[in-house]
């Protein structure tokens, strides 16, 4: 400990650390960064891989919420995903693309609240295995309810974005509506985590017990993150339902619920941009190893476990171990300090 | 006043307090010991709603819910653990923030929609919570995870969560278990000056010292019943006391 650093009242704490962070710089960088990948890159194949990367953020950042704020172990995000596209497929059949996004935002908080309220008294192992069924269940609703979902839960000719008179008609333009749907799905994770809601929500997370015997309402906080993050599943949806202007049922299995698991545990659970490089490498590395052929499978799974093995705490994690040993370095070095007054390491608050 | 009237906890066939009552008023202390196993933290437990209890219990005049742990701490119950149970992931602050009993704009609400409501209430939650790291000697590691804390600081902060919220009365389980000596005395300093701000303290502990210092009254409890009770000096003297802590003979 360096007593000499703690307690000079100038550089005194008067703020918890998450709020001296700039998650906000982050989601603009993060724009930046998307942007030019948007100027740069030209062809249709690219600009596919580049909105599939966006969507699946979108979907992972709401994984974030349920899983790595709340805690909720649940694999109901893909039937988000799909009751998102229906909804809003639906919805948009006869008005416009905002309607179907509004529709598709409100039935799939709806329905996550009443499926929440119903399993409100399961938790961990037997809340996942309730989210299972609810997936297995809306796969069925999907092909079956003709009416809200098309024959066999196919739907074709869905509607591109539109706002304001102006057409997202293009791959580029989608591109471009994509990154500001990120933009957005970010900034509201982040004023979520420069608030008291995520201190609360990992108390919960960690202890609901004495989380409970503090006078937190823990039942309300794990409700609302797992609607919140069901919303940002369905809102993924319909944007890629609107992208595509084509989804069958397939598109929503389980198969995908396991690769938002990928895309939060690769990139790292206990960041908001944990899901954002997950995703990436979710999208991106299945083709990247295209030249490999028959043996592409094997290769991605011996990629994934050696990336979980490896770095537990994510990609994420990866940057911020080396991160702080670059920091640790320079507050070590006596040329710098020119005394013992280097702040204590051991004081970083790693996240 | 805490008032405790008949409260009983069976688990299955075995009764762990067996209608045990007793009265807290507001700024003395009562100690509740006894040996291992006689009850002692599942009677705490049963106050603070986290097992199951019958039996009812109030705090000035109001009748607190038991088996309801959030209604129970919002009633103006605080309690500390036997092992301390902070959040090791979030900072010392922050693990004092969760308890403040003003929880204005800590959701969505002030998350989204009314954030400058929301830097007002936590300026002011962020002001009280360092006045109470201060209190227990922590304010230097406010910005440190709680994980990064040595065991007898972790206590510390623990108190410090407890106290935040303005309870009418504080239950500690052994509060001065894993401490030092100089540590013990410095927890025991704590305890009198907000015993003598008007707080109840209820506390469980094995080290008679302490418990001797701090308590007005004692409470002995075995085989989860009440065995004895009164001033230290005449408990210390009961025979069946005498015998419960060191047998027969």
Redesign the interface.
Known sequence: MT?EV??DPVS????????GRHQFLGVAGFIVFASILATVLDSAYNYGLLSSWLTMSILGLGFYLVFGLGGQFAFSQAAFFGLGAYSSAWASRSTSFGWGLLAAIVIGAAVALLFSLLVFRTNQFYFAITTLAFSQIALVVFREFDAFTGSGGEVIGIRKPDAFGYQFNTDVRIVWLLIGAVGVALF?VA??E????R??A??VH??P??????????GRLRL?MFV?GSSFAAVAGSLQAHRSGFISTEGFSVALAIDIFLILLLGGV?SMWGPIVGAAFVVVAPEKLRFIGNYRGMVYGILLILVIVVFPKGLVGLFETGWNRIRRRQSTDPEILGDSSAPDP??E??? | MLSANGITVRFGGVVAVDNVSFDVPDGTTLGLIGPNGSGKSTFLNAL???VPSTGTASLDGRRLPLGK??S???AGLA?T?QTP?N?????C??NV???D?D?R????T???LA?PS?WRS??A??KRA?DHLELVGL???????AS?LSYGQQRMLELA?SLV?TPSILLLDEPSAGLNATETAELGRILLDVRDRGLALLIVDHKIDFIDSLCDTIVVLQLGRVVASGAPSEVWKDPVVVEAYLGEG
């Open positions: 007593p703690v307690s005194r704490v008067r703020r918890p650390p998450v709020y509201l004023m979520i420069r608030s008291p809601l201190r609360e990992l108390a960690a202890q017990t004495v989380a409970a015997t503090l006078g937190m309402p823990t609302l919140l206990s051991s004081l608050v790693g996240r | 603070t709603g986290v742990p959030r129970t701490r919002r309690r653990f149970q959040f090791g992931e979030l900072s602050i922050e923030l969760l308890a009993s929880r704009f800590t959701g969505l002030g998350a989204w954030r929301m936590e300026r939650r962020w360092l304010g230097a590691h406010a910005e440190q995870p990064l969560r919220g």
